[in-house]
């Protein structure tokens, strides 16, 4: 089986609507998102209708729930807030109905899709230190989990010898039973590991391979609709920079 695994598109059609392009063509059986559908980007309600066509199993994160007053906006930065009040405004009561009903968590056979983290995932903490992710990666019922979040593509590793690695450098990664990946596929819409390009993965369970896909999409045309938007300009300048 095959997977295309996005996450973070944060209502970048732009971006969006690029990555779908790279797939296709390409042998996919299983779209899974990972959450944040909506928050910082323009068009929250086409990517809302994007992802319901074509998305096999969707997770809810941390924006989406924002959005629809599920999660406490004090916790946000000054402009992620401006942009979630702004993005809430734009959301019919169908658009927000679809938010409300989004999972937390998705598990099949070997594999765990969340947005923030497998343990506690309403909490919405970031795996940025080695005690976090061993925690997490302990707890793990399955051998492999995907998750967004953070906006930067990573994986830690725990080894059959209860060692932990880590890397941010990687674009494909052999997988083995025996081996506990927890996989940052990045994101799609606003990318912050200083390259602007939208960022997803591609699991392949047959191969036992992941391998992670950079895309380039019309970044120009997204900054010119969050500043027509009157968004934040901070959200536009950003999505060049990469952070
Ligand atoms: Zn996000």
């Known amino acids: ?22 797939l296709r063509g390409t042998d996919i059986q299983k779209r899974i998102f990972l959450g944040d559908i909506v928050g910082y980007g323009p068009n929250p309600e086409e990517c809302i209708t994007l992802l319901r066509e074509k998305f096999d199993v ?25 942009a979630i009040e702004w993005t809430s405004a734009q959301l019919s009561p169908e658009y927000k109905k679809f938010l409300i009903d989004l999972p937390l968590k998705k598990e099949e056979s070997s594999l765990t899709f969340v ?11 970031y795996i940025f230190s080695g005690n976090e992710a061993i925690r997490n990666l302990r707890a793990l019922k399955r051998d492999l989990c995907f998750v967004g979040h953070s906006h ?8 059959d010898l209860d060692e932990l690695f880590f890397s941010s450098n990687f674009t494909e990664l052999i997988l083995d039973e025996k081996i506990r990946f927890l996989i940052n596929v ?58």
């Open 1 to 22: 089986m095959r997977y295309a695994i996005l996450s973070d598109i944060h209502g970048n059609l732009e971006a969006f609507e690029a990555v779908l392009e790279d």
């Open 58 to 82: 969707m997770i809810a994160g941390n924006h989406d729930w924002a959005a629809i007053g599920k999660t406490d906006i004090q916790a946000f930065n000054s402009v992620a807030r401006k």
């Open 115 to 125: 947005h923030a983290t497998p343990l506690n995932p309403q909490d919405w903490n």
């Open 152 to 159: 930067i593509p990573a994986v830690f590793v725990l080894s």
């Open 186 to 243: 990045g994101s799609v819409g606003q990318p912050r590991d200083g390259f602007s390009l939208a960022s997803y993965g591609v699991l392949d369970t047959e191969k036992k391979m992941f391998y992670l896909r950079r895309v380039k999409y019309a970044l120009e045309t997204t900054q010119q609709k969050i500043i027509s938007a009157g968004l934040p300009s901070i959200l536009a300048e950003r999505l060049a920079r990469g952070w």
